[in-house]
């Protein structure tokens, strides 16, 4: 009996120590996807600072002077006729929108949230 007693107590500690290593060795493998994911974002922001410089260079005012006057760019400067102008105001409606704009502000100022202290 002590020897059925024996075994399944070794058959036990047998299935604990499997158990103990397949967590581990679960443990390691984690550590291993983490890092892998580490270095796909690292690759990812370095991307994102690649395109983020490309777009800025794009947009810089040095590049699209270099476009804009290259012997085939359909771009061209603003010429005068490209350019219209407003007719003179009537003076009795300039009057009308000057005092209309003092009315509104005079009311905004009225409303106004910021309280003044007294003292400071």
């Known amino acids: 009996m ?21 967590m581990q060795v679960q443990i390691i493998d984690l550590a291993y996807q983490g890092k892998d994911k580490e ?9 994102n600072g690649y395109v983020t410089y490309n777009i800025l260079t794009l947009k810089s005012a040095n590049h699209l002077g270099v476009k804009m006057l290259s012997e085939n760019s359909n771009m061209r400067f603003a010429d005068a006729h490209d350019v219209t102008q407003e007719s003179v105001y009537n003076v009795k409606n300039a009057s009308q929108q000057a ?4 009315k509104t502000n005079a009311f905004l100022n009225m409303m106004s949230l910021n309280t003044r202290t007294r003292g400071r």
Do not use: N, P
């Open 2 to 22: 002590k020897f059925l007693t024996a075994l399944k107590f070794i058959g036990f500690m047998t299935i604990l120590a499997l158990i103990y290593t397949r």
């Open 39 to 47: 270095k796909q974002l690292k690759k990812l922001i370095d991307q």
């Open 99 to 102: 005092a209309l704009t003092r």
